[in-house]
């Protein structure tokens, strides 16, 4: 019988080049949402981060990945998807809408600013306006909807997963 060494917590993969993927914030309820989100996007080697109202990070949460992103704070969202678009990245918001597409069928493009909005309230009409596409992600149960962190691991993981390096 062969035996396999288990080695626990391996180090990252190096990326090849920086991600080309933006996430972009809302304003959050709830700090730890956003912890959350910024420590995911850390594993998934994202680089920066755009959060909108008065984001504060707790670092015991985030941790590592509160070192490895860079954190820029802006008053409200739809100037920042402007800006982003302007930039050539494709504005993609995670939503529940009645054109959205399905995650797992989504074709994320290399360059994309991936929208999150507020736990409650989801992307204002306004928001939604800017973005080019939507992706959801079916529920077969209660609530209607993931939790934000936790929706925002799964496009994450995804996008990833799509272009992995």
Known sequence: MVQFEQVRHRPPTPLAAPRELVVACAPMRSNVNLSTIMRTAGCCGVERMIVCGHARIDKTIARDGADSVRLEVRNSLAPVLRTLREDGYRIVGLEQTTNAVRLADYPFPRRTALVI?????????????????CVEIPVWG????????????????????????
């Open 142 to 165: 209660l609530p209607y909807s993931y939790n934000v962190a936790t929706a925002t691991a799964m496009a994450l993981y995804e996008y990833c997963r799509q272009h992995p390096s």
């Open 117 to 133: 909005g507020n736990e409650r309230a989801g992307l204002s009409e306004a928001e939604l306006a800017l973005c080019d596409d």
